[in-house]
């Protein structure tokens, strides 16, 4: 597995891989409704490109094949993690983490985690502050605000 930098080139390919990790891996948590909320197939390329840019984003691969990605902000605030489906436990989120923990100097790290990440990061060290329910078109999406202090 190599990490590197996020290239807008890969942008459409993380949207599929997050759509297809958010209805494989994620459903053994959440109902089919709030599956097709989270991840409904039709995100705005040019919005999530810009974010990834302003991020530090990095992807991981498997050979050719994209196979997880992740962001974090300046203030720390880990936006997004996801392995594609079928690498799923082979410690790409654990080497993604691992760099984007460290890609800022900050005081903690801060990510809201769906209840199927929540064990990942808590055995990160990450504590949860809190549970909240999140609306995406009026269906509640159970997640948890969890944070490390680095």
Request: with cysteine.
């Amino acid at each position: 597995m190599e990490l590197r930098a996020y290239r807008p080139s890969d942008c459409e390919t993380l949207a599929r891989l997050f759509y297809d990790t958010v209805h494989t891996v994620n459903a053994k948590d959440y109902r089919e409704e709030q599956l097709r909320v989270w991840a409904t197939g039709e995100v705005d390329l040019e919005a999530w490109n810009q974010s990834f840019l302003e991020h530090h984003t990095v992807v991981a691969l498997v050979g050719n094949v994209l196979a997880g990605f992740g962001d974090v902000d300046k203030t720390g605030y880990l936006d997004r993690l996801y392995v594609h489906k079928d690498y799923q436990g082979q410690g790409i989120a654990t080497a993604i983490c691992d760099e984007l923990e460290g890609a800022y100097v900050v005081e903690k790290i801060t990510t809201h985690a769906s209840i199927t990440a929540k064990p990942f990061f808590l055995g990160r060290g990450y504590r949860v502050a809190r549970e909240q329910q999140v609306l995406r078109q009026g269906i509640a999406l159970t997640n948890f605000v969890m944070e490390k202090y680095v």
